[in-house]
């Protein structure tokens, strides 16, 4: 009988993880282990640092010593999304992985993800479950993850989408495009509402923590909440008709519990009056005028 060689299933498929980075030194050797540490072997990381001068360089040099499968460079850019477009157009394998240098993932994450694509191959991207840990590590909470069945229509009340839980076939990214690279904060957001938008039936989930999604003061979640705040709505008008106000009244609330005492109360309201002018041609009839009255004189 001819040996045709080894069937689909026993060949083990290259997985590509990317990982942008900036100073963070503080946690860019657990990421990078995390990633190369895991039970599954055939695995790449393509580091793409934008020009860090905190010691991350010093970090991946020690790395790569010990990780053969570690490629990384180092050069400015032009933020997050501008150092993955570019470390994915350096991926060898057919699955990607995306994971931030202050993340980590769960030890079978990739195995995991390996064996739902070999099982489901008409699937372009798959997601998980994901925690909240803090700069030491401590577990602060599940992320907020729904199933893909729940459809487009779900985003406008938040992202369900844990970021560093998700991989998707390289096939995905050629047919879909770069990451938007204008988006100061949520190109990752506008990233999954592009996939469900074009590939809604093809995106799986895997019932089981993939990875820890890091919140510290330096992270863009934190550091950025009113980019995040007016991207995420003008998202929301873009793909699903319009953008609700709670993006709004989420932030507004946080600024307001957390305001200095040298800011006086006019200037809260004033800076409420600006974002809701900026951003009130996104929202429906009516609400952006509910915002002033809640959130002004």
């Known amino acids: 009988m001819a040996n045709f060689g080894p069937t689909q299933m026993s060949v083990s498929p290259l997985v590509s993880v990317v990982m ?3 100073n963070q030194a503080r946690f860019i050797n657990e ?6 540490d895991q039970s599954y072997a055939s695995v790449e990381l393509i580091v793409c640092d934008g020009g860090s001068s905190d010691g991350t360089l010093e970090i991946l040099e020690r790395l790569n010593e010990q990780y053969k499968n570690l ?3 180092s050069e400015p850019d032009n933020g997050p999304a501008d150092g993955l477009n570019k470390a994915i157009q350096l ?4 699955i990607v992985g995306w994971l931030n240098s202050d993340d980590v993932y769960a030890q079978d994450a990739i195995k995991s993800v390996v064996a739902f694509f070999d099982e489901n191959q008409d699937s372009l991207m798959v997601y998980g479950q994901g925690d909240h840990i803090d700069e030491v590590g401590v577990h602060l909470g599940v992320y907020p ?3 893909p069945e729940k459809g487009l229509k779900a985003f406008e009340n938040g992202c369900f989408i844990c970021q560093p839980t998700v991989f998707f076939k390289r096939s995905m990214y050629a047919l879909l495009g770069p990451i938007n690279e204008t988006l100061k904060t949520t190109f990752d957001f506008e990233y999954w509402m592009r996939a469900f938008s074009s590939f809604e039936g093809r995106i799986g989930f895997i019932d089981k923590k993939l990875a820890n999604s890091r919140l510290h003061g330096q992270c863009i979640t934190r550091l950025q909440r009113l980019d ?4 995420s709505l003008k998202l929301c008008a873009q793909y699903l008709g319009h953008g609700g106000s709670h993006w709004l009244v989420s932030y507004f609330e946080e600024v307001r519990s957390l305001k200095d005492r040298n800011w006086p109360d006019h200037e809260f309201e004033h800076h409420c009056r600006e974002v809701i002018h900026s951003v009130e041609n996104h ?5 952006a005028q509910a915002l002033l009255k809640q959130f002004s004189s």
């Open 20 to 22: 942008p980075s900036f």
């Open 31 to 36: 990421a990078v282990r995390s990633v190369l």
């Open 71 to 73: 490629r990384w460079q």
């Open 91 to 94: 991926c060898r394998g057919t």
């Open 145 to 147: 993850t729904s199933s």
């Open 228 to 231: 995040v705040a007016t991207e």
């Open 283 to 287: 929202m429906n009839e009516g609400e």
